[in-house]
């Protein structure tokens, strides 16, 4: 079975300042990890995925994780927060192969400090 | 090209009734996907469907049921509706339900039970 591990339930950080949301996965086989965004009254957005290509992955909005095998990690990195990165983020995995489903983090409400 | 379109965005009902939510996926999609979100368990899967048929189901009771029709518009069904069935029920489509392949999510249908 997969899980999502997200450390914080709540992350403030300043404006200008480095966004760091830390997910970590446990699997028994080799993850497809993704992360999504969830703005107030909307569905998840996503944001990036990782799929067994490049390690480092580029998503939308300036936002980065990388994926690192030794310490079943994916966290979400962006250089600069901005003010409507304010959101709840959520890191989720499925099994590769087949048709898994997605095994949801419990995510993370970002708020940024003017 | 549409998103996934989830309707009614909201519904108020009371204990013992029963409710059907619907879900129309980007065209083209032939996977459908249903998750509930509560502040208490956070996101979990509840069934997905492909080519009208049920693929994959989560840990909820037989009064959750739903189903695909040919054009893959997909509709969920709770019957005999509990206080603890409040919940943002959210819809996902992807093109074939592989899991690498992102879901694309709908704004949700909230749902509160009185």
């Known amino acids: 079975a997969q899980s999502v591990t997200q450390l914080g339930s709540h992350v403030s950080v300043s404006e200008g300042a480095l966004v760091l949301l830390r997910c970590n996965y446990s699997s028994s086989v080799p993850p497809y990890l993704f992360w999504y965004v969830q703005y107030p009254n909307q569905g998840l957005q996503l944001l990036l995925k990782?799929?067994?290509?490049?390690?480092l992955v580029k998503g939308i909005n300036g936002f980065e994780a990388e994926f690192k095998k030794s310490e079943t990690s994916f966290h979400l990195t962006k250089p600069s927060a901005h003010m409507s990165d304010a959101a709840e983020y959520f890191c989720a995995v499925s099994r590769s192969g087949g048709n898994e489903k997605l095994t949801f983090g419990t995510g993370t409400r970002l708020t940024i400090i003017p | 090209k549409a998103g996934v379109t989830q309707t009614p965005r909201y519904l108020i009902k009371t204990r013992g009734q029963q409710v059907t939510l619907s879900c129309s996926p980007i065209?083209?999609?032939?996977?459908v996907s249903w998750y509930q979100q509560t502040p208490g368990q956070g996101l979990q899967f509840l069934f997905e469907?492909?080519?009208?048929?049920?693929?994959n189901k989560g840990n909820f009771p037989g009064r959750f049921s739903g189903r695909q029709f040919s054009n893959s518009r997909s509709e969920m069904n709770v019957s005999t509706l509990e206080l603890g069935d409040s919940a943002l029920y959210l819809c996902?489509?992807?093109?074939?339900?592989?899991?690498?392949?992102?879901?694309?999510f709908g704004d949700g249908t909230r749902l509160s039970i009185l």
């Open positions: 990782y799929t067994s290509a490049a390690t």
């Open positions: 065209s083209g999609h032939r996977s």
């Open positions: 469907y492909f080519s009208e048929t049920q693929r």
């Open positions: 996902a489509s992807s093109l074939a339900g592989y899991s690498n392949q992102p879901q694309h």
